[in-house]
């Protein structure tokens, strides 16, 4: 009688065991692969953004404003004007009926114009970044950005005298950013939280700073307020010094106009705040009094991404360039700067 010819059981596991192997030598490169994807369309989005930013240039000779609000600074709630700088952008990104849609005599957070504030623009959301597009905040669903505008080089309020591209009421002309549009950062990537207020907020949902390196603020309901947040060392100073945040010491900057001169801010505000907290900003992370709003009400944490090693960045000049978290403080300091004569050549 003739054999018939087949498998045997050993051969076949043996066989599946080499195919699990190669199937898990092959994953990693799948994944890359899909990141790779994911942060060329991150890039994309953010030269969009640019394109838009220089249409609006050249439609009313400046940049729009990164918040328009009445008063200042801002703080993060949803308490005021606050029509954000991506506002003002969506004609430019064939969002012209969304745009429309938006009531600019009213709030931002009015409840006319809470239809528009959920509308998710695929275009303001990083694809690499696993956190949910809406948020509920305020007992208010809306879509939120994964980009936020540069206000300010140092730890402070979005205010009226930010040195930063996009903060409180700017008007910012290119002939005013001094040290190059090459070599200046207008926005980059913000990890998104579930209570940020959305991309129509001019508030830390689209404006940040770098007072913390790139990648160490820390995301979601972390930055509010947690006592399992991050604690950040308060520099001791003298009276009459500069009481600033994290990064912010000994870092000053030129003259920028009339009413507007070295960086702070924040000391009027929240110098009586920081006293009474008695030092450290980690005895602030509690929940803030009525009467004496916590600092981080006011700050609204620095730039980062779900990419690994860095987060990409949009230069004034229309550029998308990738800045690693290990770049050099100074450095990354004065390329948020736009008028503080200090020459970047690489990074």
Known sequence: MRRRAGFTLIELLVVIAIMAILVALLLPAVQQAREAARRTQCKNNLQQLGFALHSYYNSYETLPPGVTNSTGPI?????????????????????????????????????????????????????????????????QDVALSSYAGNHHPVSAPIDTNNHGVLFLNSRVRYKDIYDGSSHTLMAGEALRSPEDLGWASGTRSTLRNGGLQINQTPAGSRYYNDVLAKPVEEDSSEEGEDIGFEGSSGYGGASYGEGVSSYGGEEEMLEDDISEAGGPVQNQLQPPSPEKPSRLAFDPGGFGSPHTGGAQFLLCDGSVRFVSENVDPDMYKHLLDRADGVDVLDF
């Open 75 to 139: 703080k993060q709630a949803a308490d005021g004007y606050h029509h954000s700088w991506l506002v003002s952008l969506l004609p430019y990104l064939d969002q012209s009926v969304l745009s429309g849609a938006i009531n600019t005599k009213l709030s931002i957070y009015d409840e006319a114009n809470l239809k528009a504030r959920k509308v998710v623009v695929s275009i303001f959301l990083c694809p690499s970044d696993p956190a949910s597009n809406t948020a509920f905040a305020g007992n």
